[in-house]
């Protein structure tokens, strides 16, 4: 292993630039000539190497966003777009590849890699809002995320309780309710709303008119569950319902900057390190996984393995006695 790319591809993530830092350093520590592809697998599209080395990523680690910019790259897909990326790979001897993404993007790395005959080695970072990703318990980005939700949350607690108005929180999430569970549990929601497990919108309203007296306001956090500002008609029909008001807020991409958590530095810190060992291993085709609480090598998710969705059911039992 002599040289090789890394880049930031899906969603940025916070933690993103701190993983970045610690692949840029390893790398250069351990001998390996590191280069960066921006926008994601548009920037080996674009066929443009930029060499990185640790003075370009001082001062990162406490950034939010993505050093790199990153993209959802369609042209990936294709099989013609990704054979020519694998031959300017070949020509630059590019041996190794670091993905930060989600499932789509360890999906067309691993596909790059398989077409390339074993020549270029491929090890994913998982870097999601989301945590939705097959294998690890962690992605990084997921707790900057509910804290920036949580902030959010507690601010209209403030003015929800003053005005006796229940309000709809909706955090992102994709198709998982990951983060709409740890935010609705932390929060202290009355309800927690999420894809996996959702009951009617008339449960829901006899569960808000049959509640104690002394409890007139309500938080009620939303997983957008793969249909973005699906809570203003919510609150339309629980006011058709209850006859009482509901007020919206949409959180949206809030949640996905700032500044990362200590969580999510040390987790990415540990990940990029990882990472270019297991690359120095001549380990290929796998992510870096958080498992019962430690870091390890995990395979690749299937191509058409489904995102990771919450099962915990026993959570939001406990959430909706710990709110009544
Ligand atoms: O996957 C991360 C995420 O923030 C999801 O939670 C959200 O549904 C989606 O990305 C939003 O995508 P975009 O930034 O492309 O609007």
Known sequence: MNKIIVLTSGGDAPGMNAALRALVRSGVHFGLEVFGCQQGFQGIIDQKLIPLFPENVANCIQTGGT????????AFYEKETRDRCRAFLEKNRIDGMVVLGGNGSFCGAS???QESGGKLAVIGIPCTIDNDIPGTEYTIGFDTARNNALQAIDKIRDTASSHYRHFLVEVMGRNAGFLAVDVGIAGGAEIILIPEFEPSLEKIAQKLSQRRQSKLSA???????NQPGRSIQMAEKLHHLTQQPFRVCVLGHIQRGGSPSAQDRSLASAMGYLAIQALRNGESHQMVAFRNDHLSLYPF?????PPRIFQQKDLLEMNDILCS
Do not use: T, W
């Open 111 to 113: 596909l790059l890699s």
């Open 219 to 225: 938080i009620i956090v939303v997983a957008e569950a």
């Open 67 to 74: 050093l790199l910019k990153a993209d959802r790259c369609q």
């Open 301 to 305: 998710p299937a191509a058409d393995h």
